[in-house]
């Protein structure tokens, strides 16, 4: 087994080795892994090897193995709309620039009209949104047509590290694969282990603490919203371990932790869907969790 093979889950791998490979799949969860696999299960679609997929030796494999990226602009001024993964012309990845506050429609429409065209290689073809939270509501409308009429031979794989910004009509048409949380891929990430330590002490924090805290998301928005969408997904996964590690247990009031969560959820709409201040939300975040976490106990 080849060692790109082997991440990917189990629900991807059994559709690239029966061939029934669904239209749409959204992958969600903290940390690279759900974008990397979102790649090698795209790779894994046009690959022309037999047994595991992608096989890393046909002409498809080759062609698609990934190289330095390009970066995308979200205009169209600086950089294309979208880009091929590798130099495949049949599997495309979407996701916004780095100086994009959001995924922006022209790039779903660019996709739209690219996914209208024949296959360059006569087989199937793949389609990768990253950052799939970073659409807005005009955007996820655009992909909603997309998602009803889905081109023929056509795989749509949104990724996204918490699916709660997406539109119910758009989830909803899309196999789910969740990365949960206290796996190697969150753990691995030096940047999240540090915050796992930081979030295991916020229950002595001091509120100026807590502030501090939420100042290292000023500058950038596009940088520190994505910093802060980190953030949210490590503090719910983070809660979700506690929480079911209470009602496995002796003392089941998770009650406080419960709308801690609930709040994390409300944060991250703030964030994603209007736009808000993102050392704002690290704030209100952070008290909120400190909240829980303080009236639940040790």
């Known amino acids: 087994m080849n060692d790109d093979a082997a991440d990917v889950p189990a629900l991807l791998a059994r559709s690239l080795e029966s061939g029934r490979i669904h239209s749409a799949y959204l992958l969600s969860g903290p940390g690279e892994a759900p974008r990397h696999t979102a790649q090698q299960f795209a790779r894994g679609i046009v690959c022309l090897g037999e047994g595991e997929r992608p096989c890393e030796a046909c002409d498809a494999c080759r062609r698609s193995a990934p190289r330095e990226e390009i970066e995308l602009d979200g205009t ?41 065209l024949r296959t360059s290689e006569g087989g199937r073809r793949a389609a990768v949104i990253a ?30 590290t918490s699916s709660a910004g997406l539109l119910v009509t758009v989830r909803s048409r899309c196999q789910r694969v969740v990365f949960r949380s206290g796996s190697d891929e969150t753990t691995s990430d030096p940047e999240s282990a540090e915050t ?37 997904a490590t503090a719910s996964a983070y809660l979700h371990r506690r929480i079911a590690e209470r009602v496995g247990g002796a003392d089941p009031n998770v009650e406080a932790e419960l709308a801690a969560h609930r709040e994390l959820a409300s ?23 400190q909240s829980g976490v303080q009236s639940s106990g040790p």
């Open 196 to 232: 796992i330590a930081r979030l295991e002490s916020i229950g002595a924090a001091s509120v100026p603490d807590l502030l501090d805290w939420a100042e290292e998301y000023r500058g950038q928005r596009a940088a520190a919203a994505a910093g802060v969408e980190t953030l949210l």
């Open 131 to 160: 950052g799939a939270e970073w659409l807005n509501q005009e955007a996820q409308n655009a992909l909603l047509r997309l998602l009803e009429e889905p081109p023929p031979d056509t795989t749509l794989v949104l990724v996204a």
């Open 76 to 116: 169209g001024k600086r950089g294309p709309l979208y880009r091929h993964v590798g130099d495949h012309p049949d599997l495309f990845w979407l996701e916004r620039g780095p100086d994009d506050t959001r995924v922006r429609i022209g790039q779903v429409r660019a996709l739209q009209n690219a996914l209208r």
């Open 267 to 289: 944060c991250r709409k703030s964030l994603v869907q209007r736009n808000a201040n993102p050392q704002m939300v690290a704030e209100r975040a952070l008290l909120a969790l």
